[in-house]
């Protein structure tokens, strides 16, 4: 038996105790352990079995998993497991991340998301799901969106996703919450000099 199906095996057992007991440290522990590069190149080239997959999806949308507040590390499987999915199971873990972003409860969950957006999947798509959340979000998920315009902003992306970014952050500095409404603000402040202090140098403005 190869050390990444071990792995697996471990994980379907050991993850739904783990929720089960609201055991933190656990849970965590095994999140983590997951990517560890403790197998051989051949496992490594392997793709994330199918049933594995299931698994993990089913447990992300789970009601017990979306409301803990801790169970936010179940994300870095798929991150540091990015490789080892297929097209189609990127596809179902996207929309997973849309039909359930609304309904986690955890600041934690929906960062871990973020950076499996932008990193991962992209500016595009990490733009798409922000943009349906900055008006109607939690203030979980609009910080998250606050964070991950900004994320994207300083990756340099093309005109368009730098713009619809700049468009999510300036609906921000109208929000409720204040501490979101002024970092939002000194952002897109921080923008403006910056554009400013080019335009004096006589380089061409930031993208978008």
Same mark, same amino acid.
């Given at each position: ?13 050991? @993850?739904? %105790?783990?929720?089960a007991?609201?055991?933190?440290? *656990?849970?965590s $522990?095994l999140?983590?352990?997951?990517v560890? #590069? ?64 609304p ?13 499996? @957006?932008? %990193? ?7 733009? *798409?799901?922000? $943009? ?6 939690? #203030? ?33 500095t ?32 930031p993208?978008?």
């Open positions: 038996m190869s050390a990444i199906f071990r792995e697996e095996m471990n994980l379907m057992e050991g @993850l739904p %105790e783990a929720l007991r609201r055991d933190e440290k *656990r849970f $522990e999140c983590y352990g997951a560890v #590069p403790c197998y051989d190149e051949e496992d490594a080239s392997m793709k994330l079995a199918e049933s594995f997959f299931d698994f993990l999806i089913t447990m992300a949308r789970s009601t017990e998993f979306l409301e803990w507040p801790e169970a936010g590390s179940l994300y870095v499987i798929f991150y540091y497991d990015w490789e080892r999915l297929t097209v189609e199971q990127r596809q179902r873990l996207l929309a997973t991340i849309r039909e359930t972003f309904k986690m409860l955890s600041i934690y969950s929906t960062f871990e998301v973020q950076d499996l @957006l932008v %990193e991962k999947f992209g500016p595009v798509e990490a733009c *798409r799901v922000f $943009e349906g959340f900055v008006h109607h979000g939690s #203030p979980n998920q609009r910080q998250t969106v606050k964070s991950g315009c900004e994320l994207i902003i300083g990756s340099g992306p093309d005109p368009d996703i730098y713009r619809r970014c700049r468009n999510c952050l300036t609906i921000l109208h929000d409720p919450d204040e501490d979101l409404r002024e970092g939002a603000i000194y952002f897109l402040e921080s923008l403006a000099r910056n554009e400013v202090d080019r335009a004096a140098r006589g380089l061409p403005p993208r978008g």
